[in-house]
Nanobody, 123 residues
């Protein structure tokens, strides 16, 4: 089991930026960010694999960037041009059982390792 600790959430005005960080206790092949807004289902936001391949949900393409600092073992999500609809509880997740980054992003039901979540509020 890999422990994941997120940080960096907060409140920001629309158009602003935030950077989320996730510190994993171990290695997983795929890592990503997921979010859940009140009354909505959890959705995948961005994912990265161990080759550096990335994938994003359409609504954040061009605004969010996922990256992995391998030296520091930290996963980042840089969020720019934030919109009110980006509000939600953001979770870091990681798993090694998936074999496709898009499947990891859109079908997270089998992901075993989740962080506790960090709140992002855009007004």
């Amino acid at each position: 089991h890999v422990q994941l600790v997120e940080s960096g959430g907060g409140s920001v005005q629309a158009g602003g930026s935030l950077r989320l960080s996730c510190a994993p206790s171990g290695y997983t092949s795929y890592m990503g960010w997921f979010r859940q807004a009140p009354g909505k289902e959890r959705e995948g936001v961005a994912a990265i694999d161990n080759d550096g391949t990335t994938d994003y949900v359409d609504s954040v393409k061009g605004r969010f960037t996922i990256s992995n600092d391998n030296a520091k073992h930290i996963l980042y999500l840089q969020m720019n041009s934030l919109k009110v609809e980006d509000t939600g509880l953001y979770y870091c997740a990681g798993d090694s059982l998936y074999d496709d980054i898009r499947y990891f992003l859109v079908a997270p039901g089998k992901i075993e390792n989740w962080g506790q979540g960090t709140q992002v509020t855009v007004s």
